[in-house]
């Protein structure tokens, strides 16, 4: 259960009791700038079971009786008062806190530079929670990184108590230095890849007869050249002109084969190519005019 893992079940008597504990350290708070001391030890423990206590109360209440009763808003109020007022007390003791960790490392470093006796009232961590400490001891590192940070005794104190920025040296130690003034003789092997030797390429056994018969089987593929059958046909398909009627005009000229622009409308009567005008019949501009 939340609240009892620190220290043991407290009695509704107690529980009571720590209720006005956390008021009485809240009002005190207001008025101090130093933290005042607790009334219990582990004071957030205890306040801790009972924030779970009255939650419990209320949440069992609001289950039996509903949550427009008196009863359950008066312990509705009751908890919320006491988490706001373990927020604000919260928020002045860590203030507090704070204060005094820096102006305690503060005044103390100065008072040691110029043989003052300033001291700050000196904090009794008896009475106090031992997250508290931690946050002041947190707060006191800080504070030191800080002074570190903005050369803090230079500041104060002239430029001769600036601190140096010394680099570092992150590589390793030269073996010599092990070895006093004995060199070493280390060689590194790299390996080196061999050299390819030239080899003169031999034509495998392929002779005359076999590339005349290549060429006979295949002469496209080994001239480059289409076969005579195809030529004839490429011929007569360029040299043939189809007479066709143009039934949609043209938004885009048509280039013919000697590179003039045709530009062809609706009704006009036009000779030509096979390709061109199989083009235009198929895609419905023209129709065939046979004479």
Not at 7 to 21: G, M, Q, W
Not at 32 to 49: C, G, H, M, Y
Not at 118 to 143: S, V
Request: glycine fraction near 4%.
């Amino acid at each position: 259960m939340l609240g009892n893992e620190d220290i043991p079940r407290l009695s509704n008597y107690e529980l009571i009791e720590v209720e006005k504990a956390v008021f009485e350290v809240s009002r005190k708070q207001k008025t101090q700038t130093i933290p005042v001391d607790l009334p219990r030890e582990n004071f957030w423990s205890a306040v801790r079971q009972l924030l779970y206590n009255l939650d419990t109360e209320c949440s069992e209440t609001i289950r039996k009786e509903g949550g427009q009763t008196t009863k359950s808003q008066l312990q509705s109020r009751r908890l919320n008062t006491l988490r706001t007022c373990v927020n604000d007390t919260t928020r002045l003791r860590l203030n507090a806190f704070a204060q005094h960790a820096i102006l305690s490392n503060l005044i103390n470093k100065q008072a040691i530079s110029h043989s003052s006796s300033r001291t700050l009232h000196k904090i009794d961590w008896k009475k106090h929670d031992p997250a508290e400490r931690k946050f002041y001891n947190g707060m006191i590192d800080f504070t030191e990184k800080y002074k570190m940070d903005v050369q803090w005794d230079g500041l104060l104190n002239g430029p001769d108590n600036f601190i140096e920025e010394i680099e570092i040296a992150t590589n390793h130690m030269n073996l010599q230095e092990f070895n006093g003034n004995e060199e070493l003789d280390i060689k590194n092997t790299i390996p080196i890849k061999s050299k390819e030797i030239n080899r003169e390429w031999k034509d495998p056994e392929y002779d005359d007869e076999d590339r005349i018969r290549e060429i006979e089987e295949f002469p496209y593929q080994v001239s480059h050249v289409p076969p005579k059958s195809e030529l004839k046909i490429l011929d007569r398909n360029s040299s043939e002109l189809r007479r066709i009627k143009i039934i949609k005009d043209l938004n885009d000229p048509i280039i013919a084969e000697d590179g003039t622009e045709l530009l062809l409308n609706a009704g006009d009567i036009e000779s030509c190519s096979l390709l061109v005008a199989d083009t235009l019949i198929a895609a419905g501009l023209a129709e065939p005019a046979p004479v």
